[in-house]
């Protein structure tokens, strides 16, 4: 089965820190790699996408991805309390029948503290 | 607002019900999936869809169904011979499922628990 993962946590980061997670994923193909944040009891949203290798930035948050390493991270700078949260790696995958699903890693909590 | 509804909220089943999760999207998406999480767990595939009367098992099928007899609409049922059925439910959708790079947006989703 193609595979997605993360280190679960907790990643515990002051505040005004820089937080790094990082994802590996098996399938050599893929070619879309999401970031959703899940605040704790609530659905996740989406945060960043990443398609091609090296970095891509939007206001505190950059994903780096490294196809030959198969490997994705995103980067938050100056992180906030209310970036708390778990952070969910998802790859798009081919699922049979030229379709292609999202399958996500188990998430790792991040907790930033005051 | 366009956006994916899910209802309930909450969901109390007793052993050896079915109960069916509602999910509706007015993206005018044509993909629709079901995701189930559980504490300390990733997101794990359950059914999903590409277009009408159509839909592919995931990867932790057994235990539940689905339909698609609208393009908005995809519930799921889950039957009585699902043995863990309490977790949380999410609804997605997607442009399509033939897209490599599109994202999926998510529903509220329905907490399920058996009492």
């Known amino acids: 089965q193609k595979e997605v993962e993360q280190n679960s946590g907790p990643l515990s980061v002051p505040e005004g820190a820089i937080a790094s997670l990082n994802c590996t994923y098996s399938d050599r193909v893929s070619q879309s790699f999401f970031w959703y944040r899940q605040y704790s009891g609530k659905s996740p949203e989406l945060i960043m996408s990443?398609?091609?290798?090296g970095d891509k930035e939007d206001g505190r948050f950059t994903a780096q991805l490294n196809k030959a390493s198969q490997y994705v991270s995103l980067l938050i700078r100056d992180s906030q309390p209310s970036d708390s949260a778990t952070y969910l790696c998802a790859v798009n995958i081919e699922a049979g029948s030229g379709y292609s699903t999202l399958t996500f890693g188990k998430g790792t909590m991040l907790l930033v503290s005051p | 607002d366009g956006g994916i509804t899910q209802s309930p909220k909450y969901l109390f089943r007793k052993e050896g019900q079915n109960v069916t999760l509602s999910c509706e999207q007015n993206l005018n998406h044509d993909a629709m999936y079901w995701y189930r999480q559980d504490p300390g767990q990733g997101l794990r595939l359950i059914y999903y869809?590409?277009?009408?009367?159509?839909?592919q098992k995931g990867d932790i099928a057994e235990g539940y169904s689905v339909s698609r007899e609208k393009k908005e609409s995809f519930p799921l049922t889950v039957t009585s011979a699902q043995k863990n059925p309490t977790a949380f439910y999410l609804c997605?959708?997607?442009?399509?499922?033939?897209?490599?790079?599109?994202?999926?947006?998510f529903g509220q989703g329905t907490r399920l628990t058996v009492v």
């Open positions: 869809s590409q277009i009408v009367n159509d839909f």
């Open positions: 990443i398609y091609s290798n």
């Open positions: 997605a959708s997607s442009i399509d499922l033939w897209d490599r790079f599109t994202e999926a947006f």
